[in-house]
């Protein structure tokens, strides 16, 4: 009966307080819910429009039904780099390589993602080609922070109660109807690390997000628009768009639209960044560790992985990982890296 009651609000247009979007959150994940309620609910909701206090608690809701990878010791100093996904852009798996070299920079990284949705190729598809499993324990998660120097939690596996939504977010789905569970992605990463990159798909959820994780308590994060051209843009920051970007916690003052000139690069064509399936996407992989990859999507990893050593703390601004960034991936460090990835979990 809560749920209906809470639909009722929503068709009223007023919003849900944080106690009662928790409660619906958890609704929607019980298996005894009928899916025609369940997707009522999210209709109502995605009509209002959801509050970044709304977001906030279901992703609250969500964190503590996760299970947990037990990674507590290295979340004060890890980051997740991770987008919403849902831009149709086409854009190659920027945030992978970006996790790469951040991690032969010695900064930890927890990646939480998903296979490909909306895109050919996910992170996590990428991730697989490189050898990494999808599927491992806990254990050997915490085995790889510690050997490899990054992770990757499957969705799937780390949000077993999203099963019981899947039916009534694909119903939806199929009449072209976004739900919160478009969004929830970036903010429900079960190690919780303490630094975030996010890219949102839409220019209207960059200051929607900033809010939201500044009601989780992110204590640093960043929160990034491409825009590609009007009505068109991709949930990353590149060297081939102007950069809508809000900061959160001790970035919090960092709101502008930065562009390439702001890492002392150049703007490149966004037909650089294209990207396509799982072997497309390995062939250029192997372009890009070779030096022979597209000068704007080269330029962009390097950017982005700037970006992070500057959002951890370990550079003082966002030129000064330039060239540390570009040494590994191009010095040989990040294919090190992908090598020690394959061994790792073929052991």
């Keep these: 009966m809560l749920l209906e009651q809470l639909t009722g609000k929503l068709h009223a247009r007023r919003d849900l307080d944080a106690a009662e979007a928790r409660a619906a959150a958890l ?3 019980s298996p005894d819910l009928a899916e025609a309620t369940k997707i009522e609910f999210l209709a109502a909701l995605a009509a209002k429009g959801e509050t970044a206090d709304e977001i906030a608690a279901f992703a609250q809701a969500y964190r503590g039904v996760a299970r ?3 990674v507590q010791e290295w979340a004060p100093r890890a980051l997740d780099i991770v987008g919403t996904g849902g831009d149709h852009a086409g854009g190659f798996n920027v945030s992978t390589l970006v996790t790469l070299t951040l991690a032969a920079a010695g900064v930890p990284v927890m990646k939480h993602g998903n296979a ?3 895109s050919k190729c996910g992170s996590a598809d990428l991730m697989a080609a490189f050898g990494l499993d999808l599927q491992a324990s806990p254990e050997k998660t915490r085995a790889a922070l510690r050997e490899l120097g990054y992770c990757f939690f499957f969705a799937p596996a780390y949000h077993p109660t999203f099963k019981h939504i899947a039916p009534a977010r694909k119903a939806l789905a199929a009449r072209g109807q976004r739900t919160i569970f478009n969004i929830l992605g970036p903010l429900i990463n079960p190690g919780r690390p303490a ?3 996010l890219g949102v798909y839409s220019p209207a959820l960059v200051p929607k997000f900033a809010a939201t994780l500044a009601v989780l308590g992110c204590p640093a994060g960043i929160v990034a628009h491409g825009a590609i051209a009007p009505g068109q843009g991709i949930d990353e920051w590149t060297t081939a768009t102007d950069n809508l970007v809000a900061g959160v916690g001790r970035l919090k003052d960092a709101a502008a ?8 690069l150049e703007r490149a064509p966004f037909a650089d960044l294209v990207g396509g399936d799982v072997a497309t996407n390995v062939a250029l992989t192997e372009a890009i560790l070779a030096g022979r990859a597209p000068r704007g999507l080269m330029d ?9 050593l500057w959002v951890v703390g370990r550079q003082p601004d966002l030129r000064s990982g330039v060239t540390v960034a570009r040494e590994l991936l191009r010095g040989g460090a990040v ?11 073929r052991s």
């Design 68 to 70: 947990d990878p037990g």
């Design 300 to 308: 962009t990893i390097v950017a982005v992985a700037a970006m992070g």
């Design 257 to 264: 639209n930065w562009t390439p000139a702001d890492f002392g």
């Design 27 to 29: 609704a929607l994940a």
């Design 116 to 118: 490909g949705i909306t």
């Design 195 to 197: 630094h975030v990159m």
């Design 335 to 345: 294919a090190k890296k992908i090598a020690a990835t394959r061994e790792f979990y």
